[in-house]
């Protein structure tokens, strides 16, 4: 195990979490082909399975770590980073909100028609953008004042922690069924280019 061992898995997790990300935002983008027979139940299951990811994985095993485990111990090496990191703590509490008021509203489009559609779009286009620079932040301010300054003993807590996240999307690490499970479901029933679904 490389002595930055946790570093290597949360950039793999933010490669897999942005994958996700940029996915969900090409079936948005692609939307509902009113011809397609089964297309809109197919739509709409995807995009919740796709959100309930984000949910589930990010939200209950890599961010409290990031909290809990990284972010305490560079501030205390790297005061300047303070600022930042409190953002990012703000961005965590904030999660788990935004993503269930996205199921929310796509669950509105669902069963209330395409009046709320552009609700959601609009929604889940800032949310991304939001996730994307959350973790720009945490590679570029948080993870290189980590590599300079944490100590071995920071190391060895860190990887232990991080070794034990299993990321359906990151093939380095043990799978975890469950999550292995909602993976292929969302690339077995999501259309090309985003998955292999007709």
Do not use: C
């Amino acid at each position: 195990m490389s002595h930055h061992e946790a570093m290597r898995v949360i950039r793999d997790e933010h490669a897999s979490l942005a994958a996700m990300l940029q996915s969900l935002r090409q079936m948005v983008k692609r939307g509902l082909d009113p011809e397609g027979k089964g297309e809109h139940d197919r739509f709409f299951e995807v995009v919740r399975a796709m959100l309930f990811y984000i949910d589930e994985f990010p939200e209950t095993l890599h961010h409290p770590k990031e909290s809990e485990l990284l972010f305490p111990r560079v501030a205390k090496v790297a005061p300047h980073t303070v600022a930042v990191i409190d953002q990012l703590e703000r961005d965590h509490h904030q999660g788990e909100n935004r993503v269930r008021e996205l199921m929310h509203l796509l669950m509105a489009w669902e069963y209330l028609g395409d009046s709320r559609r552009e609700a959601f779009e609009t929604a889940v286009s800032k949310y991304i953008d939001f996730y994307l620079e959350h973790m720009r932040l945490e590679e570029t301010v948080v993870m290189p004042e980590a590599e300079k300054f944490l100590t071995d003993a920071d190391w060895h807590a860190l990887n232990a922690a991080f070794a034990t996240n299993q990321d359906p999307l990151n093939s380095r690490v043990p799978r975890n069924p469950q999550f292995d499970r909602l993976f292929t479901r969302i690339v077995m029933l999501a259309p090309s280019p985003v998955g292999l679904g007709d």
